[in-house]
C-alpha cells in the first residue's frame, strides 16, 4: 500500500492542477486588481511560473514557433590552426506563451513587461557549430507582451568550428555557418522561423561590428534545411556569415619588404661583375631576407601551405639563383684571368654573332672589349681557336692571307692581337646578361602567376 502511494499522490495532484487550469478559463488572462497600487503582482504570474518547466502549448500537437535573429557584434579572432572563428552574437527568440495573457486597458495601460528569464520556459536554441561550453551570463530577462509574445535576448560568444581556407591569406575570404536548431524539440514540438530578413541581419551587424580588426563582414546568407538524426526530424536554420581579411598589415609587413629585397636583388646585377662586391652584397640580401623571414614567422598562419608561402620560397629561390649565377660569372672571370681555357670553335662563332653591333647583346657588347665587334665573315683567321693561339704571336701572317681592303686587316690583325682571356672574359659578360634577363624573366612570370592566382 505504501508503495502505491507516491503514484496515487501524483497522479491526484495532476488531477487538481488540470482541474485548476480549466477552472481558469479559456483564455488565461491575467487578474491586474492592485497594479495600480502596489505594482505587479507575483501572484497574478504564479499560475505561469508554476508551468515554466513544460512547453507553453495548450494543445500539444500544435508545434511551438520560435522566431531566430541574431546580430554579430564583434569577429574576435579566427584561428587557422584549430579551425576556429570566434565571434560574439546577440541572439533574439521570440515565441507565443499561450498562457500569458493581459488586457492592457485594465491594466493601467500595462503593453509590456520584462520577466526575469529563469522564472519562464525558453527554448533550447543552441548553435550546432559552437565548441564552447553555453557561457550565458545569469540574471537575464525577457520582454513579455500583453499577448504572450515573448522575447528573450542573450548575449553569447560562439567559439564555432569554422572551415577555414588559408590558401589565399592574406587576400582570403571564409564562410563560416552558425546553424542555430532546438537541442531536443523535433519539428512536431517546434518550428523555427524568422521575422527579420538576412539583410537586416546583415545591416545591422555590420552597423554594430565595433572592431574594426582584421575581419570585415561581407555578408550573411541563410539556408534551412531539416536536419535528420535518426529517425527524428530537426528543425534549423543554417547562416552563412562571409567575412574577408583586411589585408593592408601583410602587405605592408611581408609583401612589399619582401618585393623590396627582391627587386635590389634584381638590380644589384647592374653591379660591374668585374668587382669583388657583388657576390658578398647578394649574400647579405639573402642573410638580410632570411632574417626578415624569421621575424615575419608570427604573422603567418600556423597551419596549411598559403600562396604567401609559396610565394616568400620562390623570392628566397630567386635570390639564391642570383648568388650562384653571381658565383658562376666570378668563377668564369677568375678562369679567364688566371689560366684561360681554349675556345671551343661553336663558342667562339657565337661569340662573334652575339657582339655584332647590331645583334642580340648589347650589354655584352658594351661591357666587353670593342675589338670583338666584328663581323665572323671578316675574321676567317679566327675561325681555329687553336690556330688563333699558334697565329698570336705573328700578326703577320694574317696580313699576308690575301686581304685586300687594308682595314679589315687592320681589324683581324687587332682580333688576333685579342688574347684569349679578353674572349673569356667577354663570355663571361654575355653570360651574365643572357642569365640576368632569364632572372628576369623567370622573375617576372612567376609574380605575374601569384599575383593572377589571389586575384581569383
Ligand atoms: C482579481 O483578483 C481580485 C483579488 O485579488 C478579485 O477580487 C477579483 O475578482 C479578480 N478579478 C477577476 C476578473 O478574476
Ligand atoms: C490539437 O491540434 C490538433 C491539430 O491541429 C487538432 O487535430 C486537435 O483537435 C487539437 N486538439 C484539441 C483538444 O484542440
Ligand atoms: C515569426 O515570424 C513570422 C514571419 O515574420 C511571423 O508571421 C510570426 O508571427 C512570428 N512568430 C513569432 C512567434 O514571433
Ligand atoms: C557559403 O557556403 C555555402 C555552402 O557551404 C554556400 O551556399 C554559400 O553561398 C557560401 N557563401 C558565400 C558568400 O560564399
Not at 520584462?114 to 565548441?131: C, G, K, Q, R, Y
Not at 542555430?180 to 514540438?189: K, M, P, R
Not at 551587424?205 to 546568407?221: A, D, F, K, M, P
Amino acid at each position: 500500500m505504501e508503495r502505491g502511494w507516491p503514484a496515487r499522490g501524483g497522479f491526484l495532484l495532476c488531477l487538481t492542477v488540470s482541474l485548476l487550469l480549466q477552472g481558469r478559463g479559456d483564455t488565461f488572462t491575467i487578474n491586474c486588481s492592485g497594479f495600480d497600487q502596489h505594482g505587479v503582482d507575483p501572484t497574478a504570474f504564479q499560475g505561469v511560473f508554476d508551468r515554466k518547466a513544460f512547453r507553453p502549448a495548450i494543445n500539444y500537437s500544435i508545434p511551438t514557433h520560435v522566431n531566430i535573429s541574431f546580430t554579430l557584434s564583434a569577429i574576435l579572432e579566427v584561428d587557422a590552426h584549430l579551425q576556429l572563428l570566434t565571434s560574439f552574437l546577440w541572439m533574439e527568440l521570440v515565441w507565443d506563451n499561450p498562457f500569458i495573457h493581459w488586457n492592457p486597458e485594465e491594466c493601467i495601460g500595462l503593453n509590456k513587461l520584462t520577466i526575469s528569464a529563469e522564472n519562464l520556459w525558453l527554448p533550447d536554441i543552441f548553435i550546432v557549430e559552437s565548441m564552447d561550453e553555453d557561457e550565458t551570463p545569469p540574471g537575464l530577462t525577457a520582454y513579455v507582451n500583453s499577448d504572450g509574445r515573448t522575447k528573450y535576448e542573450k548575449p553569447i560568444r560562439v567559439t564555432s568550428i569554422c572551415n577555414l581556407d588559408i590558401f589565399y591569406f592574406p587576400f582570403d575570404q571564409q564562410n563560416c555557418t552558425f546553424t542555430f536548431s532546438s537541442f531536443l524539440y523535433t519539428v512536431d514540438n517546434m518550428l523555427l522561423g524568422m521575422d527579420k530578413e538576412v539583410w537586416e541581419i546583415t545591416d545591422t551587424s555590420r552597423n554594430v561590428i565595433q572592431t574594426h580588426g582584421e575581419w570585415e563582414l561581407l555578408g550573411i546568407n541563410k539556408a534551412t534545411p531539416k536536419m535528420l538524426v535518426g529517425s527524428n526530424l530537426y528543425d534549423q536554420i543554417m547562416f552563412y556569415v562571409a567575412i574577408r581579411r583586411r589585408p593592408s598589415l601583410y602587405v605592408i609587413n611581408l609583401l612589399v619588404p619582401s618585393g623590396f629585397l627582391v627587386a635590389i636583388d634584381a638590380l644589384s646585377f647592374y653591379l660591374p661583375a668585374q668587382s669583388e662586391n657583388r657576390a658578398p652584397f647578394k649574400m647579405t640580401l639573402l642573410l638580410g631576407y632570411n632574417v626578415f623571414l624569421l621575424m615575419m614567422n608570427d604573422l603567418l598562419p600556423a597551419s596549411g601551405t598559403p600562396l604567401i608561402s609559396v610565394y616568400f620560397a620562390l623570392c628566397l629561390s630567386l635570390m639564391v639563383v642570383s648568388l650562384l649565377e653571381t658565383v658562376f660569372i666570378t668563377y668564369l672571370l677568375h678562369l679567364a684571368t688566371t689560366q684561360p681555357p681554349p675556345v671551343p670553335q661553336w663558342l667562339h662563332s657565337l661569340l662573334l654573332h652575339c657582339t655584332c653591333p647590331r645583334k642580340c647583346c648589347p650589354t655584352a657588347a658594351q661591357k666587353g672589349n670593342k675589338g670583338l665587334a666584328l663581323a665572323p665573315s671578316h675574321l676567317p683567321g679566327l675561325k681555329e681557336p687553336v690556330e688563333l693561339v699558334g697565329k698570336v704571336p705573328e700578326p703577320r701572317e694574317a696580313e699576308l692571307n690575301g686581304h685586300p681592303d687594308s682595314t679589315r686587316a687592320q681589324q683581324e690583325h687587332e682580333a688576333q692581337e685579342q688574347p684569349l682571356a679578353d674572349l673569356w672574359v667577354q663570355f663571361s659578360h654575355m653570360m651574365d646578361a643572357l642569365l640576368f634577363r632569364l632572372y628576369l624573366l623567370f622573375l617576372a612570370s612567376s609574380l605575374v602567376t601569384v599575383i593572377v592566382l589571389w586575384n581569383i
